[in-house]
């Protein structure tokens, strides 16, 4: 990419500032605004911001703060060198310490769980949906980002939009998204389980008591919000006990109890006005599961057959061919999963195929995506498979027009330790065919190096990382570099060692082979099978 500088020799690297589209009309009422956040969800103010992002960067300026533990943004914005590719993995996580535990679909993002508490995420940040940042705009990623401010989670949940929740294991409960990075909900100390709503929110708490708030409004940048940063009404809601598990569709509310029975309950418009009293719903019994996300409420029974509600409150049956242990689903279509690890799908399918999805087996859940579908197998590996325009599936699009039709696996989030202490950072490791390839200038920040870009006529002719005495160079697309010393006492000779593969470009961020930070004199290790990366010093 050509330097917006007007230097020819030595630049440090810059992320371009940009502006987003101002809002048509304020919000004039609640309702309003409500709508407001369907229409987001439907692609409508996604389709503006994209359409005004087209022409600039997709990396934006974000300041020490935002991009965590003193990670910059990088203002490179091309993709990897030609012929780049994810390495094809079908290995199991059988024999590996993590693995990940719960995942949840969205509107072109991914959100995971993994066995340590730590939770990550890909696909798009437009408006802080991968919890890392709500300025810096990733187009697309596959490869998982760590959300640096949750740990010890338990559980997660994302209304679908953009808004999404996570369980800590103090009871804590933790929002972002729709234009906010990661922050406690006031209020709420003993939770057990979330749900995550586009108008209103619950937490199931430890005792088996519900409380709900209104699920706060876009906080869209450059624009002027009061209500966004207000503090949440809790409402506890009467009548219920003994919960096992919620869900919820618009303002509707669903609650299954301990002994199978399933009440409901109606949240107020106004955030000040409690919710309805909870009241039973007829013709549901001996229920183990239900979901209503984005649509009507579905049940599955102890006998492993799903119901479906219809507007008059009447009981359907749904697929009783199938023995199902587990489902989900969206306002277009359902996931169903068998008790032989099977899954069907049925409805407006991401793919457009109904019936089995013949390349999954002995899968555990689901998730019902916008337009991608996630799976969950015994051994905690997430596939995904349908729409893939930025990666949401977990790896690069394989047809046509951003389409995965076969399930992909998604990788395993890597962890990245710098003499010991682990890297916060708004840029992943990115695992690729042939090696792994770090954010270069977040690394250069923890090590107190230098990383810089030099540029000739407008055009990057070589980057410099320079440490204690040592200073590597490496010019673009070539699969060697050079180490020479600063040392003029005692000067070495400069070497020339090979690389798998070249520096690249990856959401944004200028990225290098993990072995190249070796000529610098450090141990650097990988290790695949536990997702991490050490990089220390020499003693």
């Keep these: ?107 072109y993002y991914t959100v995971a769980l993994r066995s340590d508490g730590s939770v990550w995420t890909w696909g798009r940040n437009l408006l802080g949906e ?59 100390t003993d939770a057990k389980h979330v749900t995550a709503g586009s108008f209103m929110s619950v937490a199931l708490l430890r005792d088996g008591t519900i409380q709900s708030w209104q699920t706060p409004p876009q906080k869209l940048p450059n624009t002027m919000n009061k209500d966004a940063g207000n503090k949440p009404t809790l409402h506890r809601i009467s009548g219920l006990k003994n919960v096992v598990q919620t869900t919820l569709s618009g303002y509707d509310g669903y609650a299954l109890k301990k002994d199978g029975s399933v009440w409901t309950w109606k949240e107020a418009d106004n955030a000040d006005s409690p919710p309805s009293k909870a009241k039973p719903v007829k013709g549901l019994t001996n229920i183990t599961f239900i979901t209503s996300k984005g649509g009507q409420l579905m049940a599955l029974d102890s006998k492993g057959r799903v119901w479906r509600m219809d507007v008059h409150g009447k009981r359907i049956p749904y697929h009783h061919e199938l023995k199902v242990k587990t489902l989900d689903a969206s306002s277009n279509y359902v996931l169903l999963v068998t008790t032989k690890g099977e899954v069907y799908s049925f409805g407006n399918t991401v793919t457009g195929k109904q019936g089995k999805i013949k390349q999954l087996s002995d899968i555990t859940n689901v998730s019902a995506g916008y337009y991608h579908s996630l799976a969950l197998s015994s051994d905690g590996n997430v596939w995904g498979w349908g729409g893939d325009k930025y990666q949401e ?126 000529g610098l004199g450090l141990n650097v290790t990988w290790d695949s099978n536990t997702a991490k990366v050490t990089i220390d010093e020499v003693k």
Excluded at 62 to 74: H, M
Excluded at 151 to 170: H, P, W
């Design 1 to 107: 990419m050509c330097s917006d500088n007007q230097v020819s020799h030595v630049t440090t690297e810059k992320a371009p500032s940009s502006s987003l589209v101002k809002p048509a009309c304020k919000q004039q009422s609640t309702s309003l605004r409500r709508f407001s956040k369907i229409m987001f969800s439907a692609g409508v103010v996604s389709s503006l911001l994209i359409a005004t992002l087209s022409s600039v960067s997709t990396t934006y300026a974000a300041n020490d703060k935002q991009a965590f533990a003193g990670s910059v943004p990088d203002r490179a914005v091309s993709a990897f060198s030609s012929g780049f590719s994810p390495k094809s993995s079908q290995t199991s996580n059988t024999a590996q310490e993590l693995h990940y535990t719960q995942v949840a679909g969205g509107y």
């Design 130 to 188: 991968l919890g890392i940042s709500d300025t810096v705009r990733y187009r697309h990623t596959f490869s998982p980002v760590r959300i640096p401010q949750l740990s010890t989670v338990t559980a997660i949940s994302n209304s679908g939009g953009g808004y999404s929740l996570a369980v800590q294991a103090d009871g804590t409960v933790w929002q972002w998204g729709d234009g906010r990075t990661p922050s406690q909900v006031p209020g709420i």
């Design 393 to 518: 599936a977990g790896a690069p699009a394989t047809s046509s027009g951003g389409m995965v039709y076969t399930p992909v696996q998604a990788k395993l989030g890597t962890d990245i330790y710098v003499n010991g202490r682990l890297l916060q950072s708004i840029y992943p490791a990115v695992e690729t065919s042939e090696t792994l390839q770090l954010p270069i200038k977040t690394i250069a920040l923890a090590l107190g190096a230098t990383f810089e870009v030099h540029t000739a006529e407008g055009l990057i002719s070589h980057y410099t990382l320079k440490y204690n005495d040592r200073i590597i160079t490496i010019k673009p697309n070539e699969l060697q570099y050079t180490v020479s010393s600063l040392n003029k006492l005692d000067p070495q000779e400069e070497q020339v060692i090979s690389l798998r593969e070249p520096i690249g470009i990856y959401s944004g961020a200028t990225t290098a082979p993990y072995d190249m930070l070796q």
